[in-house]
């Protein structure tokens, strides 16, 4: 595991992501999401978590391939309309604040930072998609041979945990639950 490209996705894009997602629902807390723009809001921040979920468990486990390069590309694109409808509804209903925006700017720029270091290090699987090169599009889910290590995924699937599913699945409950007061 000597490449650059793997190392700096590993260990600095993959903190730094889950350090600013858990840096959003702190703001979220603090501008009190769950009696402003409750449970809708909550409800697009899950649905974000899995436009970018699926394809961090596709990179983790699978080979990157023309298919994981498509799925992540198109889950991206998705995940950048649904931002831009999160951010319009919340600034609706509650303060955005300047601390809170520029943690967005960090959920924007770090999965295309992620995206553009996968399609670099698959140049030919990424070309292969748009027929070009001498490689042809794989479109077939295959595990990672070898995998890696099973601390790393221990520890990333852990910390997503830790950091992200359990304080958005918080901010869920509370907005349900503030919003059947």
């Not at 951010?87 to 209903?93: L, M």
């Not at 960090?106 to 090169?133: Q, R, Y």
């Not at 001498?134 to 601390?151: C, G, R, Y």
């Not at 304080?167 to 007061?181: D, I, L, M, Q, S």
Request: aromatic content about 12%; hydrophobic content about 55%.
């Amino acid at each position: 595991m000597l490449d650059p490209t793997q190392i700096i996705l590993m260990y600095f894009i993959m903190p730094v992501w889950l350090l600013a997602g858990f840096a959003d629902w702190l703001c979220h807390r603090n501008s009190h999401i769950a009696t402003t723009s409750g449970l809708k809001e909550s409800a697009i921040h899950i649905l974000m978590f899995a436009e970018v979920g699926i394809p961090l468990l596709m990179v983790l486990f699978f080979e990157v391939n023309a298919l994981v390069i498509l799925v992540t590309a198109t889950l991206f694109i998705v995940h950048e309309l649904t931002a831009l409808w999160d951010v319009s509804y919340a600034s609706e209903k509650r303060y955005v604040s300047p601390i809170e925006q520029h943690v967005h700017s960090f959920l924007e720029m770090i999965p295309l930072m992620a995206l553009i270091l996968v399609i670099a290090t698959h140049w030919n699987s990424f070309l292969s998609l748009f027929g070009i090169g001498n490689t042809q599009a794989s479109l077939v889910l295959e595990l990672k041979d070898p995998a890696l290590p099973t601390s790393y995924i221990f520890t990333v699937l852990f910390a997503v945990c830790v950091v992200a599913i359990l304080p958005y699945g918080e901010e869920f409950y509370r907005c349900y639950k503030a919003g059947k007061k």
